[in-house]
C-alpha cells in the first residue's frame, strides 16, 4: 500500500463525500421546487438568488431547533438511530464508480470484486436506523413505522436483488467497474441495441433489461421509502412514522439519510443501467484530464435526472395500501424478476455472444 | 294554619278557569300565582298601588244576578259573566266572589300597545348607555306588549340628567316613567318622604321636597325597584353593564341582620350588591351602609401573602412555612400564657375549628370583639357582628361576648400571656399600644387588611373576605344562612378555614378535614342546634335554628354586660368614631373602611 | 353499518397499470413544465405584488373606532361588541364625560378600548351588533407586531384606522 493510493483515497472520499452533502441538500431544495412546480406553485425562492441559498437557512432552522428526547425513549439507542440511518447509504456510493479517471487514479473509492453484493450488504442495514429509532422513540407511531419500514425492506431486497441478476449474467463479474466497462464496449443495458440497430439478439435482450430496470427501480423507491411507498413515514396515518419523536438534528440526520439513499440508489441505477459515466462520443480519463472531469459530470448528471424521475414519481402517484405492496412485493415483482433471470439466461444459452 | 280563623275564599275566573283566593289578595298577584303574568310597572308587591301606570290593564266582569239575586249559570253550569266595557287596572283590585278576568283579549292587547306607546314617547332611546339596559322592564315590555315602530315625530320632552337626588342616587328625569315606586317605597318602607312629583303633563318629573335629599339608608332601594333607568346608583353608575355579572347569592355581613344579597361580579371585581327577597330576613330590601361595605376587599392595604418575623422584620414566606412557623410558636408556650381573640365576623366554620384549635391547645382565654353601633327599625342591627349567634353557639361561652376582653389586655399587658392569636380582628381594639404588642413574644394575625397590628405580628396570615368565601353564619334572630364565593381571593390569600385548619392539624397532626362541608358535619355531630344540617340543606333563604327563648335579646343582663365591657373599653381610649361616620355617609368612608371594618364601638 | 363500495371491474389491459402511471406521469410533468417556464401563474409574490387596489367591498379587516363629523367618537362604551365579540377580543373600560363638555348629554364614552388583535378573527360581530354604528371593519389586514402589547390596539390606534365617518345615522347632534 503506497501513500499515493492513501492520499488519494482519502481525497476521493473527503471530496465525494462533500459532493454527496451537497447534492443532499440540493435535493431536498429541488424536491421543494420540483413538487412546488408540478402543483403549479413557485416553491421556495425567497433565500438567496431563485432561494438557492434555502438549504442553508434550513440546516440553521434544524440547529437551531430543540433537541428534544421523549423522557419514555431509550436513550442511548434513541440518539445511535439516526447515525445508522445516515452512514449505510453514505458507505455505499464508495464502491459505485463516479467516473473514469483523472490523473490515471480510477474515479471510484473502492474498486472492490464484490462490488453489488457490497452495495446490498451494507444499504440493508439502513433498516436498522429506522427500526431501532421506531423502536428506541417508545411512542405507538414511530413504533408502526419501524415494524412497517422493516417487512417493506425484507420484502423488496428479494427483488432487488433478482432483478440484477441479468446484468451479472451478462457481465459475468460483481465489480461495478466491470459494468461500466461491459456497457461500454456493448451498449447500455437499458437500450443495448443502440449503435448495434441491426442485432436482433440486442433487441431480444432489451425486454428482459428493461423489465430488469423497472423492477430494481420500484426496489430501490421502496427501499429508500419514497412515494409511492413511504408507507413507513406516513404522515396521515402515522404521524409521520419513525421520526415522529425526532427533532432538530437528529431529524435532519433521518432526512439526510433518506436523501443520502435516494442519491446511492440513483448512483446504483445509473451504474447498472444507463453506463455509468459513459456517454457515447466522449473518451474516457486517459485521453485528458478534461474528459476525466467531463466523465464525472456525465455520471451525476444522468444521477440528478435518475433523481428529478424519483421526485417526479412521488408528486405523481398516491401511496399504496399496506396490502397492496406487500401483493405486489412478493406475487408479482419477485415473480416477475425470477423469470426475467431464466429469460436472459436463456438468450445467453442460446443466442451469440453478446 | 290550623290555629288560626278560616281566611274567606273567592271564587275567581281568569282566563276562562275558575280558581279560589283568599280574601285581600290583588288581582295582579291572584293571576301571578296561577301563572297568568300581567305586566306591570307601578305595583311591586310589597308596596301600595296607586295604579299609575295602566301597564296592567284586563278586563273585568261580573257574574249576571237573576232577579232571585243568585248568579245565573250558563249551560256549562257556570255563572254567566257581564263583562265591563272599559278595561280595569288588575293590581289595585282585590279579588271578590265571582269576578272575572280576562288578560289576553284583543282590547286588553290594544291597551297594553297604547300603553306602550304612550311610555315611550318621551322616553330617551339610550340603551346603550343607560345602566338599566339588560335588567329594565321597559325594554323587555317593549318587545313583549309594544311596537317595532315609533309614530312619534315631535321633539321629545328635554328634562333634567344626572340630578343628585341623594349622595348616593343619581336620577335621570327623562328616563323616568312617573311609576312612583320610589316616592311610595320612602313613605312606606323607609318612613323618609323626600320624593315627589312636580309639573303636569308629559312636563312631571320626579324630585327630591325642597331642601330634602334621598340620603336616608336605604335610598339605593329605590334604584332596585326603579324598573326602568332613571335612578341610577351613583356607586354602580357605567361601571360594568349588567349582563356580564355573574350574580352569587350570599348574605351581607355588615350586621347581625344578615340580609340576603346577591353580590354581581366580573373577573373577580366586586361591582354591586343587591337584596335578594326573603321574607323571614329582609323583605326585598337592605340598607346603603351594608350594600355599599364591599370596598374594602379590593384596597390598596390588603393583605396579600403570608410573612413572617426573622430578624425582627417581616419577610414574605410560602403558606407552609407561615403555618409551621405559627405552630411553633403556639406549641412552646403553656396553655396558661396563650390567648386566642376570635371574631363576630367568622363563619361557623371557621369558629369551630378555632374552638378546636383552643382546646387542643388547652386555652381558656378566648373571647370576640363585641362591635355595636346604632340600630334601626328597620333593618339595620345595633350588633354589627353578623355571626354573634354563631360565636355563642360554638365557642359555647358562658358570658357575654367581649367580657374577657379586659382581661385579656391586661394579660398581655402583665406579661402573663405570651402569644395572642387574633382572628379577623385588630388587636389595636383590645386597648393594647402597638409598643405593648411589639413587646409579645408571639403574636400571630389572621387578618385582611394591614394596620399596625399586623405589622408588629410574628406571623402575619392573609384570610379572605365575606366575598370571597363559603360558610353559615346565625344571624341576630337566630337563621343560619350561607355565604357564597363571588371572588377569587387576591393575591396568595387563602380561604380563612384552610388556614384555621393547617394551622390545627400543625398543632394536633391531624388531617380527617377536606373540605368545608367536612367542618360543617364536626359541628353537626357537636351543636345540637346543627343536628341534620348540612352547608346544601340550609339553602338559599336559610333555616331557622334557634328558638326566640335562645336569642340574646331576651337576655338584658349580657346586653348589660356587653355594654360595660364597651365602656370600660371607651374610657380607656380616644377614638375617631368612624363607623358613625360610615353610616352615616357611606359611599364615603369606604377607604377608612379597614378602620371601621375592625372598630368595636356604639 | 359497513357499506360495500362496489369497485370497477378491470380488463387485464387496464390492470397492467402502466398506461395509467404513464398518463399520470405526463400529466405532472406538463405542469411542471408549464410553471418552470412561466407558462402558468397562479401564485401571487406577497409583499411586491398586493391586492389592496383589488379588496373587496366585503373585505373584513381590522375593526376600527370612527369618530363622526363633529369629531366626536361615536362609541358610547355600551360593551354590546365586548359581550357578541366570540374571542373576547374586546376589552372596554367606560367613562363618564365629564358635565361641562359640549357633548355631556351622552354621558358615556369609553375611557379605555382595546381590541387584541391576536385574539380577533375578523368576523364582524362587532359591526353588526354596534348600536351607535361606531365600529367598523376596516381593509387592514397587515396587522404585526413584535410583542404581544404590540398587537393589542388601544383606542388611540383604533381611532386612527376609523378614520372620520361621514353619512351615518347622527343620533345626538345638537338638535336633538
Redesign the interface.
Known amino acids: 500500500m503506497d501513500w499515493f493510493f492513501i492520499i488519494t483515497s482519502l481525497l476521493k472520499i473527503t471530496i465525494l463525500l462533500g459532493v454527496i452533502l451537497f447534492m443532499v441538500s440540493y435535493a431536498v431544495y429541488a424536491e421543494r421546487r420540483?413538487s412546488?412546480?408540478?402543483?403549479?406553485?413557485?416553491g421556495p425562492n425567497r433565500v438567496g438568488p431563485a432561494g438557492l441559498l434555502q438549504p442553508i437557512a434550513d440546516m440553521f432552522k434544524l440547529l437551531l431547533k430543540e433537541d428534544f428526547t421523549p423522557r419514555s425513549a431509550n436513550t442511548f439507542y434513541y440518539s445511535l438511530a439516526p447515525g445508522l440511518a445516515v452512514a449505510p447509504a453514505i458507505i455505499t456510493i464508495a464502491v459505485v464508480p463516479f467516473g473514469s479517471t483523472l490523473f490515471g487514479v480510477p474515479m471510484v473509492v473502492a474498486d472492490v470484486n464484490v462490488g453489488i453484493f457490497f452495495v446490498f450488504a451494507i444499504s440493508s442495514l439502513g433498516v436498522y436506523g429506522i427500526v431501532i429509532g421506531g423502536w428506541a422513540s417508545n411512542s405507538k407511531y414511530p413504533f408502526l413505522g419501524a415494524i412497517r419500514s422493516s417487512a417493506q425492506m425484507l420484502s423488496y431486497e428479494l427483488s432487488l436483488g433478482l432483478a440484477v441478476i441479468p446484468v451479472f449474467l451478462l457481465v459475468g463479474n460483481l465489480r461495478l467497474t466491470s459494468v461500466v466497462r461491459y456497457q461500454i464496449e456493448h451498449g447500455w443495458f437499458i437500450a443495448a441495441f443502440v449503435g448495434d440497430w441491426m442485432n436482433p439478439w440486442k433487441w431480444l435482450l432489451a425486454i428482459p433489461m428493461i423489465i430488469s430496470f423497472l423492477v430494481f427501480m420500484i426496489a430501490i423507491f421502496a427501499e429508500t421509502n419514497r412515494l409511492p411507498f413511504d408507507l413507513p413515514e406516513a404522515e396521515q396515518e402515522l404521524a409521520g412514522g419513525y421520526n415522529t419523536e425526532y427533532s432538530s438534528m437528529k431529524f435532519a440526520l433521518y432526512f439526510l439519510g433518506e436523501y443520502a439513499a435516494m442519491i446511492t440508489g440513483s448512483a446504483v441505477v445509473v451504474t447498472l443501467f444507463f453506463g455509468g459515466w459513459h456517454f457515447p462520443g466522449i473518451p474516457d480519463g486517459y485521453h485528458g484530464w478534461v474528459f476525466g472531469l467531463i466523465n464525472i459530470a456525465v455520471f451525476f448528471t444522468k444521477v440528478a435526472v435518475v433523481i428529478f424521475v424519483f421526485m417526479?414519481?412521488r408528486?405523481?402517484?398516491p401511496r399504496f395500501r399496506w396490502d397492496q405492496l406487500m401483493r405486489l412485493g412478493w406475487l408479482f415483482f419477485f415473480e416477475i424478476a425470477l423469470v426475467n433471470i431464466f429469460l436472459v439466461a436463456g438468450i445467453l444459452a442460446y443466442g451469440p455472444r453478446l | 294554619m290550623p290555629n288560626e280563623p278560616a281566611v274567606q275564599m273567592f271564587n275567581v275566573q281568569i282566563d276562562g278557569v275558575w280558581h279560589r283566593f283568599p280574601k285581600g289578595t290583588r288581582v295582579i298577584e291572584a293571576c301571578e300565582q296561577v301563572g297568568v303574568f300581567v305586566p306591570r310597572y307601578c305595583y311591586h308587591k310589597m308596596l301600595s298601588s296607586p295604579g299609575n301606570c295602566r301597564m296592567c290593564l284586563i278586563e273585568m266582569g261580573f257574574p249576571r244576578l237573576g232577579p232571585d239575586r243568585k248568579p245565573e249559570l250558563g249551560t256549562d253550569g257556570k255563572p254567566i259573566i257581564n263583562w265591563m266595557p272599559r278595561p280595569q287596572i288588575c293590581c289595585a283590585q282585590d279579588v271578590a266572589e265571582g269576578i272575572a278576568v280576562r288578560t289576553d283579549s284583543p282590547l286588553v292587547k290594544e291597551c297594553q300597545r297604547g300603553v306602550m306607546e304612550f311610555l315611550l314617547i318621551n322616553h330617551p332611546l339610550d340603551c346603550p348607555i343607560c345602566d338599566q339596559a339588560g335588567e329594565c322592564r321597559l325594554q323587555e315590555f317593549s318587545v313583549d306588549y309594544g311596537t317595532s315602530q315609533s309614530r312619534f315625530l315631535e321633539n321629545k320632552v328635554k328634562k333634567p340628567k344626572a340630578v343628585q337626588v341623594g349622595p348616593r342616587v343619581t336620577l335621570d328625569d327623562e328616563r323616568c316613567i312617573l311609576c312612583s315606586r320610589c316616592i311610595r317605597f320612602c313613605q312606606e318602607i323607609a318612613h323618609d318622604d323626600v320624593l315627589g312629583f312636580v309639573d303636569r303633563g308629559s312636563h312631571t318629573v320626579l324630585t327630591a321636597h325642597p331642601g330634602k335629599s334621598l340620603d336616608n339608608n336605604y335610598s339605593l332601594n329605590t334604584v332596585d325597584i326603579c324598573p326602568v333607568g332613571a335612578l341610577t346608583s351613583t356607586d354602580f353608575r357605567f361601571k360594568m353593564r349588567v349582563w356580564f355579572l355573574k350574580e352569587t347569592k350570599s348574605i351581607c355581613t355588615s350586621c347581625a341582620t344578615g340580609c340576603n344579597t346577591v353580590i354581581g361580579t366580573r373577573e373577580d371585581v366586586i361591582y354591586r350588591q343587591t337584596p335578594r327577597e326573603n321574607d323571614d330576613v329582609n323583605s326585598c330590601w337592605m340598607c346603603d351602609y351594608g350594600r355599599l361595605n364591599y370596598k374594602y376587599l379590593e384596597a390598596e392595604d390588603r393583605l396579600l401573602e403570608p410573612r413572617i418575623r426573622s430578624d425582627g422584620k417581616l419577610v414574605p414566606a410560602d403558606w407552609p412555612t407561615a403555618i409551621g412557623q405559627a405552630a411553633l410558636h403556639l406549641k412552646q408556650f403553656a396553655a396558661s400564657e396563650i390567648a386566642i381573640v376570635a371574631s363576630g365576623r367568622m363563619t361557623n366554620e371557621e369558629l369551630w375549628l378555632t374552638a378546636q384549635l383552643a382546646s387542643s391547645l388547652g386555652v381558656k382565654c378566648i373571647d370576640i370583639v363585641p362591635r355595636r353601633g346604632r340600630g334601626d327599625k328597620i333593618l339595620l342591627s345595633k350588633d354589627r357582628n353578623p355571626n354573634t349567634n354563631g360565636v355563642r353557639l360554638i365557642l359555647g361561652s358562658r358570658s357575654a361576648p367581649g367580657a374577657k376582653l379586659m382581661a385579656i389586655a391586661d394579660a398581655v399587658r402583665s406579661g402573663e400571656i405570651k402569644a395572642l392569636v387574633i382572628l379577623k380582628e385588630n388587636a389595636m381594639h383590645l386597648g393594647l399600644s402597638v409598643e405593648e404588642l411589639a413587646r409579645l413574644p408571639a403574636l400571630i394575625v389572621m387578618n385582611i387588611l394591614r394596620n399596625a397590628a399586623t405589622e408588629k405580628a410574628s406571623v402575619v396570615l392573609p384570610a379572605c373576605g365575606f366575598a370571597e368565601k363559603r360558610g353559615s353564619m346565625v344571624n341576630g334572630k337566630g337563621r343560619l344562612q350561607r355565604l357564597n364565593r363571588a371572588t377569587r381571593p387576591p393575591g396568595n390569600a387563602r380561604d380563612d378555614w384552610e388556614i384555621l385548619r393547617d394551622l390545627l392539624q400543625g398543632i394536633d397532626g391531624g388531617d380527617s378535614l377536606h373540605s368545608i362541608e367536612d367542618v360543617f358535619r364536626r359541628i353537626r355531630e357537636t351543636v345540637p342546634q346543627f343536628a341534620g344540617l348540612s352547608l346544601s340543606k340550609i339553602g338559599d333563604l336559610g333555616v331557622h335554628i334557634l328558638k326566640i327563648e335562645e336569642l340574646p335579646a331576651t337576655h338584658p343582663s349580657d346586653e348589660e354586660a356587653i355594654e360595660q365591657a364597651i365602656a370600660v373599653q371607651a374610657a380607656r381610649r380616644s377614638v375617631r368614631s368612624d363607623l358613625d361616620r360610615a353610616y352615616a355617609n357611606p359611599a364615603e368612608s369606604i377607604t377608612r373602611q379597614a378602620e371601621a371594618q375592625t372598630a368595636p364601638r356604639r | 353499518m359497513a357499506i360495500t363500495v362496489p369497485r370497477p371491474r378491470l380488463t387485464w389491459r387496464e390492470r397492467w397499470y402502466l398506461p395509467t402511471i404513464a398518463a399520470g406521469l405526463a400529466i405532472t410533468f406538463k405542469h411542471f413544465k408549464n410553471t418552470l417556464l412561466g407558462r402558468t401563474k397562479v401564485t401571487m409574490e406577497y409583499p411586491e405584488q398586493k391586492w389592496d387596489a383589488h379588496l373587496p367591498d366585503y373585505y373584513r379587516g381590522a375593526p376600527a373606532l370612527v369618530s363622526d363629523a363633529g369629531g366626536r367618537v361615536r362609541c358610547v362604551a355600551c360593551q354590546l361588541c365586548e359581550f357578541i365579540c366570540p374571542p373576547r377580543a374586546i376589552k372596554i373600560i367606560p367613562g363618564e364625560i365629564p358635565p361641562g363638555d359640549r357633548f355631556a348629554k351622552v354621558e358615556k364614552f369609553p375611557q379605555e378600548f382595546d381590541i387584541d388583535m391576536i385574539r380577533c378573527i375578523y368576523c364582524g360581530m362587532c359591526e353588526e351588533v354596534c348600536p351607535e354604528q361606531a365600529i367598523f371593519l376596516r381593509k387592514d389586514y397587515a396587522i404585526t407586531g413584535f410583542t404581544r402589547a404590540d398587537m393589542v390596539h388601544h383606542k388611540e390606534k383604533l381611532l386612527e384606522i376609523g378614520g372620520v365617518m361621514h353619512g351615518v345615522v347622527l343620533k345626538w347632534n345638537e338638535k336633538k
Open positions: 420540483v412546488a412546480f408540478i402543483q403549479d406553485r413557485l417526479w414519481v408528486w405523481t402517484l
